[in-house]
């Protein structure tokens, strides 16, 4: 069935919603703006979960702890268009305007910030240095710090409101996996050893211990998120595409690596799910179904963009390159891991953008937006 008719059964069914397959107006795009691709393979079921989701955001306000990057800003867009109340911390204000409200916030210390969590519905937190960096002594360190301080200070702040945010998803990472060349990881998944692992522990363990005893807690162990550039970056994405369209993006060392990806979309839809689906506790692994090999990564992007070579790289290539040239990490480039969420599947969570060359396509392709 093709993804307008699935829209037209739903708004033709009953679905407990008032009117509903009776004279009734709904705009389709604002409870979930999707193209008719994104629609086309997704179930009845999935649409009606999207509605229902969509609406109990309606007329709540939610906080962003360190929104103002590219995830951030998306997940910004995501819940105002739905009708939520958004409110961004962050030390500067995002570099483009948009549907919120900006509040000044260190990372470190109490302020007058804190009062955004009184009586606020839900709160994000994706506060941390980014990663894509050299990794000199003192970037590790902050890499560290950016994490466990501002969660630490986050639970400070709920503990001074008269009445703190009942549930508090929280942003962590795939990489507390390590680097296993094939394995495939899972939730139940042994976690692996050097500085992202040890990083994820330490920012978990400073979450858990800052939360408030009756709060609901949420951690997104999260993959490498494809998104729109907004005006606030666009993630590594951005990178690799510019890299792809120069003829540059083919395999990169063995080109083995696994890269667990996942669709903004379906990213936003997993916080919109942690925020107000009362059933979702504890750690999640936030990618998609279908992880995939680096060189068919790239193969795919470069079918996005239009560029039918790509020329490889050497390992010792991308350790000159992205040491001299592009002041960054090359081990992010030269190695992987391969992760797909066991608990999502069995509650029943379905990706509106599952395969990556349609998630591709919807930000790369012809019309993309």
């Not at 069914?13 to 997704?42: I, N």
């Not at 969420?341 to 509650?347: A, F, I, Q, V």
């Amino acid at each position: 069935m093709s993804g307008d008719a699935f829209v037209k059964n739903v708004l033709a069914e009953p679905s407990g919603m008032a009117g509903a397959g009776r004279d009734v107006e709904v705009d389709v795009t604002r409870l979930f703006p999707l193209t008719p691709k994104q629609f086309d393979g997704y179930s009845h079921r999935g649409i009606q979960e999207s509605i229902a989701m969509s609406d109990s955001v309606r007329a709540k306000k939610y906080i962003i702890a360190g929104g103002s990057g590219f995830l951030g800003i998306s997940l910004a867009h995501y819940l105002a268009e739905r009708g939520a109340k958004v409110v961004i911390l962050s030390r500067r204000a995002p570099k483009v305007s948009g549907p919120w409200s900006h509040g000044t916030w260190d990372g470190r210390t109490l302020g007058v910030w804190c009062d955004e969590l009184n009586c606020a519905d839900g709160l994000v937190n994706l506060a941390g240095r980014n990663v894509g960096c050299i990794k000199t002594p003192d970037n590790q360190d902050e890499i560290l710090r950016s994490r466990v301080e501002s969660v630490r200070v986050l639970g400070d702040a709920l503990r001074s409101v008269a009445s703190p945010p009942p549930v508090w998803v929280q942003m962590s990472t795939a990489h507390i996996y390590g680097d296993p060349p094939s394995a495939v990881c899972t939730e139940e998944s042994p976690l692996g050893f050097g500085l992202a692992p040890f990083v994820g522990r330490a920012w978990e363990e400073a979450f858990h211990a800052s939360l408030l005893p009756m709060q609901r807690a949420v951690v997104l162990r999260t993959g490498f998120v494809l998104g729109r550039n907004r005006g606030a970056g666009g993630g590594a994405l951005d990178l690799l595409g510019n890299l792809a369209r120069w003829g540059l993006g083919g395999r990169v060392g063995s080109g083995t690596q696994g890269m667990s990806w996942i669709h903004e979309t379906d990213m936003n839809r997993l916080f919109e799910r942690g925020l107000t689906d009362a059933a979702m506790s504890g750690m999640y692994i936030a990618s998609g179904p279908e992880p995939i090999a680096q060189r068919e990564f790239m193969r795919e992007l470069r079918n996005a963009v239009g560029m039918p070579i790509g020329l490889p790289a050497f390992s010792w290539m991308v350790r000159v390159a992205a040491r001299y040239l592009l002041r960054t990490d090359p081990d992010l480039a030269l190695y992987g891991r391969y992760v797909i969420s066991k608990r999502l599947d069995e509650e029943g969570f379905e990706f509106q953008l599952p395969r990556l060359r349609e998630a591709l396509g919807d930000l790369l392709g012809p019309g993309a937006a």
